[in-house]
């Protein structure tokens, strides 16, 4: 390398799933020259089913037409940002003014970086979840501010110890993340979590940021931050396509919150884009106008494939929730295990349980170390797979129970 690289990106590693999914092909390969099937992935959470067919035709019909290929307003354009408005009034109860308190994005991943260069400074503090999604670590990393986790804990439903939290040190705390239904644990929000989160960012001055793509997803009663009275004045909300709509590809997000507080993430995006490609923003106003019926067959579907999962994770002995929300089961391994792991072993029990049924089995299931410290003892396995793919994850387990439980306890 002719120069060095910037050192802010001495603190961040390449994202885990790149990684993994690139070690997969490579055996990938190997398995197929043996006459393997391919492993079965129960990674990371794509959306395997179609988006709404009004949407793709809308993307079609559009893209056809001259002129509509040049750049595009930063801000998005009307149809879009009023769309998302009346999203967010009809299924969160929420008002919002589309002139200034949406921000498309391309997907909420982006946001998450977004609002990490308009809000902080070098040593400023942001509260992160623990376990919670590593996005929110590394972006913190990338602007160079401090990481403060905050510990979630299966004993209280995945959700902040309000009391641990008011006895931290909040010196310097800038910003704290939250995300329900949670990603990994799948543990569900509450009208009144928002109201307690609403009222300790206001007290303590901090900008709470609501990472909502899941809110549809195995939950009948879709929930927003921003519903609860006085939340922008110390809220922003994240939200997305991608799950609810099968569109994660498409790469179509939003912000929203006040209005001053969007306009700034605006000065950053318009340094780093030149707008979404037009027909993909009126697909999206398709996908926004789909009924409580697009919902309701969606949810039919996972509602299969959770209990699938579930097979996967009896076969192992992994203990999870039945009812758990968003696009992933996430289960407790084996007390056998756990005790079988300890400070001279490399892996974490979870991790060393994935690695064995990964190279034992053929399956993928994701070790919960990558989430953080209270994910250790845990994996997750995604949704985004067909009922019959799952079953045979579950057949191909059993078959090799005997060789992956010798592998984790040796």
């Given amino acids: 390398m002719i120069i060095q690289p910037a050192k802010r990106t001495e603190s961040v590693k390449e994202y885990y799933f790149s990684r993994k999914n690139r070690e997969i092909a490579s055996m990938n390969v190997l398995r197929k020259e043996a006459g393997l099937d391919p492993i079965i992935n129960l990674g990371i959470g794509a959306p395997d089913g179609m988006p709404p067919k009004v949407a793709i035709d809308k993307l079609v019909s559009e893209a056809v037409k001259p002129g509509v290929h040049a750049y595009q307003s930063y801000m998005g354009i009307p149809e879009l940002r009023e769309a998302f408005a009346s999203w967010y009034k009809r299924y969160y109860r929420v008002e919002l ?18 609002i990490s260069l308009a809000f902080l400074n070098p040593g400023d503090k942001v509260l992160v979840p623990d376990p919670g999604y590593p996005t929110y670590s590394s972006s913190a990393r990338i602007v160079e501010a401090e990481i403060v986790p905050y510990d979630l804990l299966e004993e209280n439903g ?61 939950n009948d009663d879709p929930l927003s931050i921003l519903e609860v009275e006085g939340a922008k004045d110390c809220c922003l909300e994240l939200n997305s396509l991608s799950k609810a709509h099968n569109m994660s590809g498409w790469r179509l997000g939003m912000l929203a919150g006040e209005a001053a507080m969007v306009s700034e993430v605006l ?27 697009w919902f309701s067959e969606l949810n039919a579907e996972y509602r299969k494939r959770r209990e699938a999962a579930g097979h996967i994770f009896d076969v ?45 089995a053929g399956v993928f299931i994701t070790p919960g170390y990558i989430f953080g410290h209270n994910g250790e003892n845990y994996i997750r396995a995604s949704l985004c797979a067909p009922v019959p793919k799952l079953e045979k994850a579950a057949e191909l387990i059993k078959s090799h129970l005997e060789q992956i439980e010798n592998q984790v306890l040796a």
């Fill in 97 to 114: 003014d589309p002139s200034k308190e949406i921000q498309p994005l391309t997907g909420s991943k982006e946001g998450i970086l977004l």
């Fill in 158 to 218: 995945w959700q902040p110890d309000f009391d641990a939290l008011e006895r931290m040190d909040l010196e310097g705390v800038k910003l704290m993340w939250t995300n329900y239904p949670g990603m990994p644990t799948g543990g569900r929000a509450t009208r009144e979590l928002y109201k307690r989160l609403v009222d300790f960012g206001r007290r303590h001055k901090i900008l709470i940021v609501n990472d909502n793509p899941y809110s549809f997803i195995l």
């Fill in 267 to 293: 000065k950053v995006k318009s340094q780093m884009d030149s707008g979404i490609f037009r027909p993909l923003q009126l697909a999206a106003v398709e996908a926004l106008g789909c009924g409580e019926e």
């Fill in 316 to 360: 192992l002995g992994v203990r999870y929730d039945k009812a758990s929300a968003g696009l992933f089961v996430w289960g407790k391994v084996p007390e056998k295990i756990i005790a079988s792991s300890n400070s001279s072993t490399a892996m974490t029990a979870g991790e060393r349980l994935s690695e064995a049924i990964l190279h034992e």
